[in-house]
């Protein structure tokens, strides 16, 4: 008799402790659930929003070319459009100015500077680029990397900029259009976007932002292709103030 009741008491003991830790484990699933995390499109529409909605920036600019790559850099106010760019290619180097639709370019060393028409110079693709995220499709995590020392995180996909313009207002559909003509009608893209690890001024940040046709039929060239542009963005919200050469 002693063996038995020294058996149920054993029991009884186990079931407390089997219960008492599946009241103190892992939370029941009747809890509140994690959210799911945004789409790896949501991700980068919001990163450009937030920059295009500080409303300037100051830039870095690739734009590939068969006879190589020109670079460029300077403040950037995006609505109403305005830059001063400092331009160079191979040995040689510039200035561009532009005011609204009004576009200027001056040679280093030069006395003056020569009013262009527009489109000449389209460097309204580079407001545009921050406007197309209404035609982004397939958009990927492609992994990390660094971008200037902040680390980022890397996204990837193709645009369709004829989706970006439409219901797109006139001043917008014409430097999607710009953009268009530059690079592709469907240009594939590349975000680098501020990982939850970067500095906090950077996180969730659009850092840096490619496209690039995709030549049929051929794999990514660790070179620029022609017409490919690159953008950097950097002290979200500075103020801009340029005005059209005297």
């Given at each position: 008799?002693?063996?038995?009741?020294?058996?149920?008491?054993?029991?009884?003991?186990?079931?407390?402790?089997?219960?008492?830790?599946?009241?103190?484990?892992?939370?029941?699933?009747?809890?509140?659930?994690?959210?799911?995390?945004?789409?790896?499109?949501?991700?980068?529409?919001?990163?450009?929003?937030?920059?295009?909605?500080?409303?300037?920036?100051?830039?870095?600019?690739?734009v590939?070319?068969?006879?190589?790559?020109?670079?460029?850099s300077?403040?950037?106010?995006?609505?109403?459009?305005a830059?001063?760019?400092?331009?160079?290619?191979?040995?040689?180097?510039?200035?561009?100015?532009?005011?609204?639709?009004?576009?200027?370019?001056?040679?280093?060393?030069?006395?003056?500077?020569?009013?262009?028409?527009?489109?000449?110079?389209?460097?309204?693709?580079?407001?545009?680029?921050?406007?197309?995220?209404?035609?982004?499709?397939?958009?990927?995590?492609?992994?990390?990397e660094?971008v200037?020392?902040?680390?980022?995180?890397?996204?990837?996909?193709?645009?369709?900029?004829?989706?970006?313009?439409?219901?797109?207002?006139?001043?917008?559909?014409g430097?999607?259009?710009?953009?268009?003509?530059?690079?592709?009608?469907?240009?594939?893209?590349?975000?680098w976007?501020?990982?939850?690890?970067?500095?906090?001024?950077?996180?969730?940040?659009?850092?840096?932002?490619?496209?690039?046709?995709?030549p049929?039929?051929?794999?990514?060239?660790?070179?620029?292709?022609?017409?490919?542009?690159?953008?950097?963005?950097?002290e979200?919200?500075?103020?801009?103030?340029?005005?059209?050469?005297?």
């Open positions: 008799m002693t063996r038995v009741r020294r058996g149920g008491a054993a029991a009884v003991l186990l079931t407390c402790l089997l219960v008492l830790a599946a009241c103190t484990g892992a939370p029941s699933g009747d809890g509140p659930a994690a959210p799911a995390p945004p789409e790896p499109r949501d991700v980068v529409a919001s990163a450009a929003r937030s920059l295009a909605d500080a409303g300037s920036a100051r830039v870095e600019l690739s590939g070319a068969a006879t190589g790559a020109v670079q460029a300077g403040p950037m106010r995006f609505t109403p459009f830059t001063d760019l400092t331009v160079a290619f191979g040995t040689r180097g510039a200035q561009v100015r532009a005011v609204d639709d009004g576009v200027w370019f001056r040679l280093a060393g030069a006395p003056g500077w020569q009013s262009l028409s527009p489109g000449m110079v389209p460097v309204g693709a580079v407001g545009g680029a921050l406007q197309a995220v209404r035609g982004l499709t397939d958009v990927t995590e492609r992994g990390g660094d200037g020392g902040a680390p980022a995180t890397v996204y990837g996909g193709t645009v369709d900029l004829a989706a970006a313009r439409a219901g797109a207002d006139p001043a917008t559909a430097r999607l259009a710009q953009l268009s003509g530059l690079v592709s009608p469907t240009p594939r893209f590349t975000a976007i501020g990982a939850p690890d970067a500095p906090e001024a950077d996180r969730g940040r659009l850092l840096r932002l490619s496209l690039e046709p995709a049929p039929g051929t794999a990514p060239q660790p070179a620029p292709a022609p017409g490919a542009v690159t953008i950097g963005f950097a979200p919200g500075l103020p801009v103030e340029v005005s059209p050469p005297a």
